[in-house]
Structures are given as structure tokens and as C-alpha cells.
């Protein structure tokens, strides 16, 4: 049923507690597809050494992150794509209250349940409350809920929308979930079912910011109008933290590329179909 994706780069001291929470579910009918992009650390060989015939490896140059999921995507068996980064951690019932979620909804196509900061208190939670998200632009300016770990999609959805943009590492899943978002709904398990690790080996966000490999880069003129007025809200929100954050940096460059970026959005109509 599940075609778990889990791209791989550097990550040796963490993938086989990733791989193995995997592994640990409760719910059992799924395929773990691990493509291995081009690290140079211990991290291939720890997953060679895993004997179980749900696990594929698929060994590739490094291309990005975006390339390798989007492999995983193209090699996967099941109608149903998970993601999980290789740092990270899901609980026992993740896959299981996924399912439970597909079963009740079964005319949706995107799902997801609710994660915990590794630094924060982690506790079990009673709330297994469900939300249907019909506008996830006014929804993500409150919070990042959609977070790739905890993330489930139909196969059919990439085919409408597209991938992951080739060459991003920065921002690639949020240009993805905003094309998702622009036509389908969203599930959403108010469960905590899935631990994002914050302090693990490699972590991209402790690194230098490279704007050419930032969603920021993506041509904005590639969206010739926004679908409602809450998505118009959401980049220029986005835009202007961005800018924000920049200026702080004393990155003037890239501040101003973004800024060129948030000016255009501002005059961006809004068309209703």
C-alpha cells in the first residue's frame, strides 16, 4: 500500500534508527525505497548490511534531494507515496493511522498527521482529532503542517502537479505543496505520529544559505495568476520574511532579489475559476 521514499546523503549515524522505525510499524504492507545520493560517509554500506525484501536501494550520483525523491517516486510499486528523511523518526502507528485516515476519506488524495521538534517534550497525545484543510495557503501562514515526514500523497497527484524542482534543495517541498495545494484538499491527523530531528549529523539548515539552490530562484513568473487571495497572502507573507531575514544577515543581494521577487507578486492578479 505505502512506497516509503527516504533520500539518503551523509547520514550514517542516523539511517538505521530511521530505516528500523520504519520497520516497526504496526501496519506492515509497505516498500521502503532508499536512494542513496552520492554519500561519501559510512551511509551505503550500513543499509547493504539490512536483510528485509521490502528495502531497495538505489545507489545514484549526487543530484540533490529533489532528484532523489523524485527517483523514489518514479521507482516506487504502491499508489501511495510517504516521505521520510534519513535523520528523522516516525512512532509505531504512523503508517497505520495514515491508513486509517484513507480508509475514512477515500476520495482524497493528500493526507498527513502531526510531528514533535526533537528538542521539544515528547509525550503521547490523546488527540487524534481530523481536520479537512480546503484552503492550505490560509492554513500554511499559521503553520508549516504539511512537513514531508508526515506527509502520504497519491501517485496520481505528481502526475497532475509535477515533482519535486530538480536542482532545489532549499524551499523544495513548500513549491510542491503550493502546487498541491492549488487543487486538492488536505487531511490533516492532529496525531503526533513522527519526530523531526533537529540536532542530527549533516542538517541543511545548519548550513550556508545558496539562493540558486532556494525555491526563492524558481522563475515567479512561471504562476501567471494565484487561484484565491489567501495564496497571494501566503507568498507575499513568505516573501517578506525572507527579505526580513536577509537584511539581518547583511545578505543585501539576496535581499533584493527577493524583494524584486515580493514587488512582482504584489501586482500578481487573483483569478477565480
Not at 493526507?111 to 492554513?139: A, G, H, L, M, P
Request: glycine share 2%.
Amino acid at each position: 500500500m505505502f512506497s516509503v521514499i527516504i533520500p539518503l546523503y551523509n547520514k550514517e549515524i542516523s539511517i538505521l534508527n530511521t530505516v528500523n522505525s520504519v520497520l516497526e510499524q504496526t501496519f506492515k504492507n509497505f516498500e521502503i525505497i532508499i536512494v542513496n545520493d552520492g554519500s561519501t560517509d559510512n551511509s551505503l554500506n550500513l543499509i547493504q548490511t539490512l536483510e528485509d525484501p521490502r528495502i531497495k536501494v538505489i545507489d545514484q550520483l549526487n543530484a540533490g534531494v529533489s532528484m532523489a525523491r523524485n527517483r523514489g517516486i518514479k521507482e516506487s510499486k504502491f499508489e501511495w507515496i510517504t516521505f521520510l528523511d534519513a535523520d528523522d523518526l516516525w512512532k509505531s502507528i504512523h503508517l497505520e493511522t495514515l491508513k486509517n485516515l484513507i480508509d475514512y476519506h477515500n476520495e482524497d488524495k493528500v493526507f498527513c498527521t502531526s510531528f514533535v521538534r526533537s528538542n521539544e517534550r515528547v509525550k503521547d497525545s490523546n488527540d487524534t482529532s481530523v481536520f479537512v484543510i480546503d484552503d492550505y495557503f490560509r492554513e500554511a501562514i499559521k503553520e508549516s503542517f504539511f512537513w514531508t515526514s508526515v506527509t502520504c500523497i497519491h501517485k496520481s497527484v505528481f502526475g497532475q502537479v509535477g515533482v519535486f524542482p530538480k536542482g532545489i534543495s532549499r524551499g523544495e517541498d513548500l513549491d510542491l505543496w503550493q502546487r498541491i495545494g492549488r487543487d486538492y484538499r488536505f487531511i490533516k491527523s492532529n496525531r503526533v505520529t513522527a519526530i523531526y530531528r533537529i540536532d542530527s549529523e549533516n542538517k541543511l539548515t545548519t548550513s550556508s544559505f545558496d539562493y540558486k539552490k532556494s525555491a526563492l530562484s524558481l522563475d515567479h513568473k512561471r504562476v501567471r495568476y494565484f487561484t484565491r487571495q489567501s495564496e497571494k497572502d501566503y507568498h507575499i507573507s513568505t516573501l517578506k520574511r525572507y527579505v526580513r531575514t536577509f537584511l539581518m544577515r547583511l545578505d543585501f543581494k539576496s535581499a533584493i532579489k527577493t524583494l524584486n521577487k515580493l514587488i512582482f507578486m504584489l501586482f500578481k492578479p487573483v483569478k477565480h475559476d
